[in-house]
């Protein structure tokens, strides 16, 4: 049988987080290093968490070799936890339904391949009450350096399945999946509009996840056969 593994991104894909993520590492930084800005110096874009975290310490007056990364990482979990609760992320349209008909569905398996830590995304997911669709996770920062590893280690999870696909909205979800042979459908409810993903390479480009049965037939469709092991 036809077992779809379906790897989503979460921020500007499943959820809109309102910039929760950034105000939680500035405070992370500020708490733990006595340097908030070093942020701004860096290049947020499709950069998983730890080479985020790696880049901003280069610009804080703390040595690298002397940053205690664990304190950092748990003052960044502590303060997302706050910033979360204060504001809650902001579902996407038709991405509840969506996660449900797949959910039910036998023909997909549901896992993450997230630019995020495991940690922040059970926080930003559970805030919302998505993170039940992932009990059996995916791919995260702590996986690995980059996005193509953080989508092999979602493949692990689900060794059972016979095809796949990735779920993103930027185009460097899309060079990942097409790293890793894997078709993407891109999502324009992030950053970047649907002209762009396009140009990016993106095997299916659609403005929302808001026509649940439509996603799930397009991903049916496109998902790439594969076989482990990774
Ligand atoms: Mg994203």
Not at 3 to 10: P, Q, R, V, Y
Not at 79 to 92: F, M, R
Not at 107 to 119: D, E, I, Q, V
Not at 154 to 168: E, L
Request: a negative charge.
């Amino acid at each position: 049988m036809t077992k779809i593994i379906a790897i989503f991104d979460i921020d500007g894909t499943l959820i809109d987080a309102r910039g929760a993520g950034h105000r939680a590492m500035r405070q992370a930084f500020r708490e733990v290093l006595g340097e908030p800005d070093a942020l701004n110096r860096a290049d947020f874009a499709g950069r998983t968490d730890w080479p985020l975290f790696w880049e901003a310490a280069v610009h804080t007056r703390v040595p690298t070799a002397l940053i205690d990364w664990a304190a950092v990482q748990a003052a960044y979990f502590s303060q997302l936890s706050t910033e979360l609760a204060n504001s809650p992320p902001t579902v996407l349209p038709g991405v509840g339904e969506l996660l449900f008909a797949l959910a039910a569905s036998k023909h997909f398996l549901l896992r993450l391949g997230t630019g995020n830590f495991y940690r922040s995304a059970c926080l930003k997911l559970s805030a919302v009450g998505l993170w039940r669709y992932f009990p059996q996770g995916g791919g995260f920062a702590d996986d690995g350096p980059d996005r193509p590893a953080i989508l092999r280690a979602a493949r692990r999870t689900a060794p059972a399945a016979t095809h796949a696909v990735v779920i993103g909205d930027t185009p460097y979800d899309v060079e990942a999946a097409h790293a890793e042979s894997l078709a993407c459908l891109a999502v324009a409810t992030g950053r970047f509009s649907a002209d762009q993903l396009s140009r990016s390479g993106a095997d299916t480009v659609l403005e929302s996840l808001s026509d649940p049965n439509s996603v799930m037939s397009q991903l049916m469709a496109m998902a790439t056969p594969c076989a482990g092991p990774y």
